[in-house]
């Protein structure tokens, strides 16, 4: 599998590397459990981020809005996947569920977009903006979950343009059934690429 | 399953009824026949868009790009399923494959978005604006195909605050792989509701 | 001049209430003062507010991006009014300059959007999402710079769908240079309206 | 004045040249006429395209939308600047005045974004996703009206993340009034250089 990249266009987009979803006690990790231990994820994840540092690439994070009271009580319509939010309190704010775990705390120079409301990364958010400043034309995707905020943010990439890799073993679901959905059925048609992380990690390193 | 609706905010969403996807001699039509001929899809969709316009909902069309000679080849990067639009020249212009099956023609005082170059009916389009300009906060989709541009609109759609319904007997796909790729694991996540043709004309019959 | 508006459909925007912009001894106060203070700027800014949240109507707010180290030294492009920004750490993150004044200073149920970074509150935000989140579809526009975040906001409130009307007395600018190119010249052709703050808050009031 | 470009991140944009706004017996021309003649307008514009065809520049071109019956009759909101095209009928389509002028007629390879409802040649248009997909982050603007498309279209651009020239002697408008609060009062916050025709051929030339 081809996988160049123009170096000084490439970046590394990170998806919701929060506790909630891939540290131990987080809120949705039980749920997540199963497929990231069998595929990796976590570790997986942190290898592509240091390759990427390692290789000068910039990187970007994309973080789900964190939960604050009165999000949603006064909006007309909520969306099945914001109702789940906010019953759950994903990621609230000011709690240790919606920080970042500790291995993907963002380096200075490293930009954080502005939180997404829903699932996709680039939706109402400066994502575009922030991979256009710095001249980003192709980008490689980890993080979480690969059927809902992964999938989102890759379907609108493609859409705005953007030439993507997602890193198959750098993310996970609640069962093989979404990874199946988002891995097999809908991100090959959005995407450039879907690899693992070895291979990402052996492209990046030979830019 | 409650299905109210807004008479005065709510239209019906017709993506990409062309003949090379739902008529006989079409390019896909083959693809997408066991799926389509099983649930019922063409007939369905004129069920639904019948009663919609009885009961004098605002009607909307998102078309996708019409092939033209030159659309991809100067791009630096193409996306895969748009390689794939570029290999077959689906709905070619000014060809009967890139024109909407009969049933499905335009009447005056209905909208005809921009064409859309890769799945969501809103990127890169003016459909967002025209039901904004039309007032419309809610809407119901029918047409094709499941996982590509029927999930990718309405995925933009919660994105952008719209309430979705999708009617999953006026849609089809490949196999039922991409049926329940779309409906079952993604589509209930961004849409209020996934009703049948059905439910969805005895609603819009009591408005 | 007619000023009927849709009670549930209809929201105040206050843009960049800002201490640097409208308080004493704030950055571009000085700057801002002579023409602010010769129409009413700030007061009529607080009697639309308070007429706004007496009639019930919903209040959003679109702040621009508060200063904060590291802002800009990766960007590869910088606009010029962002470089003014970056020189003069307007609005910094932390600082008194960076705080709404504090009779603006929001009330629970009234929406803040994110921070925007060049001069439109829709531009790489969430505010269209809030607008339609909560069936807004005519607001109403106070705040600072006229020529700058003012006029680029109801341009792109135009270009999105949404019917505006300015009070003219409830901005400022630099001069009645700027003033005229964004009240007289240019806004005219985006806003159904530019009106005072007294016709303004009699229209209200009869909502 | 530092006019360096990337040349194959650079192109040029032609806004609007429409026979109704730069021939002669165009229904907007005789508003414009005075400005346009004065300033050499329509051979400027020439002799930019020219440059940057000769450069091997990419070319686009932002339409503005050509007017049909049917229009506007059902939007529950209309702005004031799309009133006028209404009124007038402004771009026909199918008519002469919808056409570009000869000189304008693009070349295959040449791309022609789809046509804007408003001002903006970016909103709800696929501009944005064109520029990307060819690579282009930087742009040469020039075309009709200044304070009206020009205008909205430089401060988009810039919204967006693009580095934008404009060609103060390649635009025009009904007076030095609303040139003056294009060019020299809002373009200047907006665009990294407002040069001349000659200063840009210099520039493109060098290429």
Known sequence: ???????????????????DFISEGGKVW?????VAEANGCVPNMVQVLDAARNAGLRIFYAPHRRYRPGDYETWKYVAPVQKAAWSRKTFEYGTWGGEFRSEFTPRPGEIVAQEHWCSSGFANTDLDLQLKRHGIQQFIVIGLIAHTCVEATVRFAAELGYDVTVVKDATASYSEREMHAALEVNLPNYARAISTASEVVASIASL
């Not at 039980?30 to 199963?34: A, D, F, G, S, V």
């Open 30 to 34: 039980e749920r997540l459990k199963p």
């Open 1 to 19: 599998m081809e996988l160049a990249y123009e170096k000084r266009a490439t970046a590394l987009l990170v998806i919701d590397p929060y506790n």
